[in-house]
């Protein structure tokens, strides 16, 4: 059979599966065309206003955008895309898995049964990934974002811009898990805007007793029973069953606390928005830097933005080192927010450890670094 006859029996499973209610997941991976830093495409069923369509997550190397399409439009550039564009394509059916690699002009299919499998339910955002309504929930008006008449306040907005950027970002993360209802623990929740804003299985891990008293008696006012909060330090909580484990704007060495709790859970995803950066900063103070870095270092704003870059590199590169693929980029313009970084870190793929942690030694004897925070709690 040739390499084209091979694509087209794989476009007509895919048909197939549509046309029975059997798709799950089609998965586009492999790419090697001309679009920069395209890595793969996620796509599923949903409905959008009563219409069937196709939700397409194209998946960047530091982002990922959703668009959705008519089923027809989707296959007419499978073929050509399969062809030329990318290597790997896996259609997860409810009675089967097909698997398509091409390897130049010769192309292998090959078909798992599978049985017991169910098709997902075809509502649309089923984690609320589509940017919240300016008003009329009552969380907003509890949590103080918005006002008596229910809209969001003035003086709430960029807050409210933030917690939509998150939900943007975390729902396709969270609906990618590998786990039927996810556990998900955030660290250091505070008010926990985005626990509320994502309504999904999640427990806020909080130090403060009148905020965990207030979220509680905001979640069952608002008819969450997924959300609850509980009193506790990151690194007392057991989080030992978490399938991800985020951290928004934990101060300092609290975000390295959750990192570690995530790491230790072997959690599938750890995402974490850091907050300032002083375990580090002292340290480059205290220390010998190589002096080519005096141009900068020698300037205390300077000096600021570099803790902040190392602090959060060497996290990454820990992270890579324990076995998580990491991202680091900006969730929020810093307009918004200066504490607008968001490490993202999947388990699986995150490289050599050895050279990870060659890099970490290196990154420390540059800066003048005894040792990361981090460190000690991943090697005591």
């Known amino acids: 059979m040739s390499r084209l006859d091979r694509i087209a029996e794989f476009a007509v499973a895919v048909r197939e599966a549509w046309e029975e209610n059997r798709l799950i997941r089609l998965r586009l991976s492999g790419y090697e065309g001309e679009e920069a830093e395209l890595k793969s495409v ?27 399409y008519d089923f027809d439009e989707v296959m007419e550039t499978l073929l050509a895309k399969l062809s030329t564009e990318f290597r790997v394509a896996t259609l997860n059916s409810v009675s089967f898995d097909l698997v398509l690699e091409r390897h130049g002009q010769k192309v292998r299919l090959k ?53 939509n950027k998150m939900v943007e970002i975390f729902a396709p993360l969270i609906q990618g898990l590998d786990a039927k209802n996810p556990r998900i623990v955030d660290m250091g929740a505070g008010k926990g805007y985005l626990d509320f804003a994502q309504q999904v299985e999640i427990v806020g891990v909080e130090l403060r007793d009148r905020l965990v008293a207030d979220g509680n008696d905001n979640a069952q006012q608002s008819g969450f029973s997924g959300l609850s909060f509980v009193q506790g330090t990151i690194l007392d909580f057991d989080a030992s069953q978490a399938d991800a484990v985020i951290a928004l704007h934990a101060c300092d060495t609290a975000t390295d606390d959750a990192i570690y709790q995530g790491i230790k859970a072997g959690a599938a995803l750890i995402a974490v928005a850091p907050c300032c950066h002083k375990q580090i900063r002292r340290q480059m103070e205290a220390g010998s830097a190589d002096g080519r870095l005096d141009f900068l270092l020698r300037h205390g704003t300077f000096l600021e933005k570099q803790a902040e870059m190392v602090t959060d590199g060497l996290r990454a590169l820990l992270l890579e080192a324990n076995g998580y693929r990491t991202k680091v980029f900006e969730f929020v313009s810093d307009a918004h927010t200066p504490k607008n970084n968001l490490i993202v870190a999947q388990k699986g793929g995150g490289g050599s450890r050895p050279a990870a942690l060659d890099r970490i030694a290196a990154v420390k004897a540059m800066f003048g670094i005894e040792k990361h925070y981090l460190e000690t709690l991943l090697d005591p």
């Open 111 to 163: 078909q798992t049964e599978i049985a017991g499998r169910e098709a997902p339910p075809m509502e649309h955002d089923r984690a609320k990934n589509r940017p919240l309504t300016d008003g009329g929930k009552l969380w907003l008006q509890q949590l103080d974002l918005a006002g008596k008449n229910g809209r969001v306040r003035n003086d709430a907005q960029d807050k409210f811009r933030q917690i």
């Open 42 to 68: 996620d796509m599923r069923r949903v409905v959008i206003k009563g219409r069937e369509k196709i939700s397409a997550v194209s998946h960047f190397k530091t982002r990922d955008i959703t668009k959705n």
